[in-house]
């Protein structure tokens, strides 16, 4: 009787599927929704200066941010499926996820990206006024742990051996 509730109890994670799922379509339409006003509001302004190319393509870059987050939210709904619930869906090869090792390294690879989408929506934004070198230097720093604790993943989830 317990290991059936037990083994049925995996089923609750369809409820985090499901949220997650959704919470991706909805970023993703809105956003989608958010350029599209972008992209008429400028072509209304018909203001082709410098300045107005600056702000829609900081626009565009902070576009791109949220598109990487959605993605994130898709890919924890696909892995915490795949996980759970049904591990045969049929996904491209760099998708699959085997275990929480392979779905936490995807995350980090977005979450790397949406790093480095941030320092270009900054550098782009930059006025001189703030410290862009701080800033740089310490998303750098936290790009190169992230890589190095991409790394230490192994490959399938395995612990690195000793002598990596």
């Known amino acids: 009787m317990l ?3 037990l083994t049925s109890s995996r089923f609750f994670t ?58 994130a ?17 049929p996904l491209p090869k760099w998708l699959r996820i085997e275990n929480l090792d392979d779905l936490k390294g995807h995350l980090v690879s977005v979450v790397i990206a949406v790093l480095a989408v941030l320092f270009l929506r900054e550098a782009v934004a930059w006025d001189g006024s703030s410290d862009l070198l701080s800033f740089g230097a310490a998303l750098a720093l936290m790009i190169v742990a992230l890589t190095f604790y991409l790394g230490r993943l192994g490959t399938h989830g395995q612990e690195p051996s000793e002598d990596a």
């Open 3 to 5: 290991r059936r509730v």
């Open 14 to 71: 369809l409820i985090a599927v499901a949220g997650t799922f959704i919470g991706s379509s909805a970023l993703i339409v809105y956003e989608a929704i958010v350029i599209g006003a972008s992209v008429g509001g400028a072509w209304r302004a018909a203001d082709f200066s410098a300045k107005a190319a600056k702000l829609f393509a900081v626009g565009l870059i902070e576009a791109v941010d949220v598109f990487l987050i959605a993605i």
């Open 73 to 89: 939210l898709y890919i924890i709904s696909l892995g915490l499926y795949a996980l759970f619930v049904d591990d045969k869906l």
